[in-house]
T-cell receptor
């Protein structure tokens, strides 16, 4: 069974600080996908990134970066120079790439509430 | 960019009433899903649908729930007799394989 753990329930930072959100996952599959979603107060789920299990290269997109380490089953997310608009709940999620070929359900972590104060 | 559309955005219903939540997935997607998020909690998988049948359902998805793809474009979630604990945000999603995973903006269901 797959599992995603986001140990940080809430994080509060001051604007312009860097912040890292942790994600640890468990899966028995060798092929899987990892995701990060942002959920602002309006409630929708905003896709941030998808990474497959064969690609361990770190990725940077503007102020966002992701560190994928298979050796520790972690997929951490860093926001550099945080802004008030980054305040949201952030979810890490896992999809096993093959579940009988008819289902790619996502298993979500419990989320981390990030508050960026001015 | 293609979107998954959910209606209504907010629904209030009385306990024991039936509700139907509607979704229009992205047209060339093959896999369809419903997820639920109780306020302040994580997003939980309810059911996946592929090739006109349920491919997996969670423990939450009991006999009170059903899904349909009645006309090739809509994808609905029906709750037959709502309970207070069904109050949640319900998200529809669709994907091409496991990759182009797109969520709708959700329907907030309030059972009173």
């Amino acid at each position: 069974a797959q599992k995603v753990t986001q140990a940080q329930t809430e994080i509060s930072v001051v604007e312009k600080e860097d912040v890292t959100l942790d994600c640890v996952y468990e899966t028995r599959d060798t092929t899987y996908y990892l995701f990060w979603y942002k959920q602002p107060p309006s409630g929708e789920l905003v896709f941030l990134i998808r990474r497959n299990s064969f690609d361990e290269q770190n990725e940077i997109s503007g102020r966002y970066s992701w560190n994928f380490q298979k050796s520790t089953s972690s997929f951490n997310f860093t926001i550099t120079a945080s802004q008030v608009v980054d305040s949201a709940v952030y979810f890490c999620a896992l999809s096993e790439a093959y579940s009988g070929g008819s289902n790619y359900k996502l298993t979500f972590g419990k989320g981390t509430l990030l508050t960026v104060n001015p | 960019e293609p979107e998954v559309t959910q209606t209504p955005s907010h629904q209030v219903t009385q306990m024991g009433q039936e509700v139907i939540l509607r979704c229009v997935p992205i047209s060339n997607h093959l896999y369809f899903y419903w997820y639920r998020q109780i306020l302040g909690q994580k997003v939980e998988f309810l059911v996946s649908f592929y090739n006109n049948e349920i491919s997996e359902k969670s423990e939450i998805f009991d006999d009170q729930f059903s899904v349909e793809r009645p006309d090739g474009s809509n994808f609905t979630l029906k709750i037959r007799s709502t309970k207070l604990e069904d109050s949640a945000m319900y998200f529809c999603a669709s994907s091409a394989y496991g990759l182009g995973y797109t969520f709708g903006s959700g329907t907030r269901l309030t059972v009173v």
